[in-house]
């Protein structure tokens, strides 16, 4: 079980353009979900938390406005890259924990979505 | 604060010896700290976890960890690898200050396996 499914694994597109990834919980309820980047050879960094329900936590840094976060369901979120751009271009993962605030449960993650921006 | 140092960024191993993958962790809190590993242009895969039972934790595919407070370590072993262990390693403590769930990963360690 915990499964997470991540979707599409792969994007290219022109610059500006706008680029929905899709977080799904197949096989559980996910109260919150994580998204993270992940540049080359380098650890994740933690984008924003999405609870269902409610607007997501951004980390600093992370402009709200470029990369939109939707948790309309219990099973679903969507991360939102607008009017992407080159720099945009990585590696996103998300993640999913089977309860809510609960710190020592397991993330279970997606397969990650590479993103490359032309 | 809770903070994790992966002391090696690549360790290099032969198939079929075993597998030393170092983590050093600070928390303010008893820590949760897990162990996942990435394949290239894959998402994480949780090997283990600890939250505080069993100091020696055994994970999937052989590996296990041992928790060792004294030492503030949880370093992550395996027997004998094989060479689809190939892959990059994360050593993670949850953040225990805001019971969010949210994770503090280490730089990762990249462990090649020749044969």
């Known amino acids: 079980g915990a499964v997470v499914s991540q979707h599409p694994s792969r994007v290219i597109c022109k610059s500006g353009t706008s680029v929905k990834i899709e977080c799904r919980s197949l096989?559980?309820?996910?109260?919150?979900m994580f998204w993270y980047r992940q540049f080359p050879k380098q650890s994740l960094m933690l984008m924003a938390t999405s609870n269902e329900g409610s607007k997501a936590t951004y980390e600093q840094g992370v402009e709200k406005d470029k990369f939109l976060i939707n948790h309309a369901s219990l099973t679903l979120s969507t991360l939102t890259v607008t009017s992407a751009h080159p720099e945009d271009s990585s590696f996103y993962i998300c993640?999913?924990?089977?309860?809510?605030?609960?710190?020592?449960?397991?993330?279970?993650f997606g397969d990650g979505t590479r993103l490359s921006i032309l | 604060a809770q903070s994790v140092t992966q002391l090696d960024s690549h360790v290099s191993v032969s198939e079929g010896t075993p597998v030393l993958l170092r983590c050093n962790y600070s928390s303010s809190y008893s820590p949760s700290l897990f162990w996942y590993v990435q394949h290239p242009n894959k998402g994480l895969q949780l090997l283990l976890k600890?939250?505080?039972?069993?100091?020696l934790v055994k994970g999937i595919n052989g590996f296990e960890a041992e928790f060792k407070k004294s030492e503030t370590s949880f370093h992550l072993t395996k027997p004998s690898a094989h060479m689809s262990d190939a892959a990059e390693y994360f050593c993670?403590?949850?953040?225990?200050?805001?019971?969010?769930?949210?994770?503090?990963f280490g730089q990762g360690t990249t462990l090649q396996v020749k044969p």
């Open positions: 600890y939250t505080s039972a069993a100091t």
């Open positions: 993670v403590v949850s953040d225990g200050s805001s019971n969010t769930g949210k994770l503090i």
């Open positions: 096989d559980f309820q996910a109260t919150t």
């Open positions: 993640s999913a924990s089977k309860v809510d605030r609960a710190r020592d449960q397991p993330q279970h």
